[in-house]
């Protein structure tokens, strides 16, 4: 029998914030630590992501950020590893598409599209398709992304577009990042576990409000 889930129950008057991003590092360090593989931490943390996405549903977070691959380390990683984590990804995308159905919502791609293998590709594509009319919540996954990176980006596009520099401001830039058309494109809060004190440039555009907590535990 399956045991029931408590549901998190916050203080009256708590603030909830619209938007957290997460940076989830330290599978492989979680792993060392109890003599297992990098691969069984990475399975240990798709169940945690589980996990969190459930709960942030219960806490009526409208939108999370998770930070699956980086554009700067992802391709340094063993091949072994490197393919684990694509296949990992890639079933728990399997497994989110009936529940982002079924909970309304929108599954959005952060980063590049022509690195990743083109079968995974695909399937993201299909996914933000299926899931595009969802509103209730929205959950962008980061998979070969960098955020000096997305403003690289940005900044091409809007040179393609011709706009001249005076039509140019904040506003304006934000139409052209990878959150553009999000209701809640600004993480209010970004968490990072494994005690590392820094966010690498995760929605480094996006973020210069963010608050940030350091978790401790891997």
Known sequence: MKK????????????????????????RRW????GLSSIEGHKRGAE?????????????????????????NWREREAEERKFLIRTISAGLDRHL?????????VIHLGHKDRL???????IERIEKETLQNTEHVFNIALDYGGRDEIVGAVQKIVRSGVRADQIDAKF?????????????????IIRTS???????????????????WELDH
Do not use: C
């Open 173 to 189: 830039i934000d139409g052209f990042m990878d959150t553009a058309d999000q209701p809640y494109p600004y993480p209010d809060l």
């Open 117 to 123: 293998p083109k079968w995974l590709i695909k399937k």
């Open 48 to 72: 945690a992501l589980a996990k969190v996405l459930e709960a942030s549903r219960d806490l009526n977070i409208h939108t999370v950020t998770f930070w699956g691959l980086s554009t700067e």
């Open 98 to 106: 009936e529940d982002a159905k079924e909970k309304g919502v929108r």
């Open 195 to 213: 005690g590392e004190q820094r966010t690498s440039g995760l929605l480094l555009w996006q973020s210069n409000y963010a608050e940030t907590y």
């Open 31 to 34: 792993a060392r630590a109890r």
């Open 4 to 27: 029931k889930r408590e549901r998190v129950v916050l203080p009256e008057g708590t603030q909830v914030p619209d938007h957290i991003a997460i940076i989830p590092d330290g599978n």
